[in-house]
């Protein structure tokens, strides 16, 4: 769809870096088409599920409307 982006969440248990998110994207980039790369990885604890155990797509959708928020409130405040 137009104007929207592929983020990928990640599970992790131990500590988050640049380089593996930097190894993520080259791993999909040599596996996927070019518009199917992630532009980010989204580190978290766990992902989200209901009752059944299927992720909460709705939820981290939400989480991603929050965090393009904050960051266009912070990119507003940089500006002016």
């Known amino acids: 769809i137009y104007g929207e982006q592929v983020v990928a969440y990640v599970a992790v248990q131990g500590a988050?870096?640049?380089?593996?998110?930097?190894?993520?994207?080259?791993?999909?980039?040599?596996?996927?088409?070019?518009q199917k790369v992630p532009v980010d990885f989204i580190a978290l604890d766990a992902l989200p599920r209901n009752q059944m155990g299927k992720v909460e797509r709705r939820l981290l959708r939400m989480r991603e409307q929050a965090r393009a928020a904050a960051c266009k409130v912070e990119h507003a405040v940089l500006v002016s």
Not at 28 to 34: E, F
């Open 16 to 34: 988050w870096s640049e380089e593996m998110a930097q190894e993520l994207r080259q791993y999909a980039a040599r596996r996927l088409s070019p």
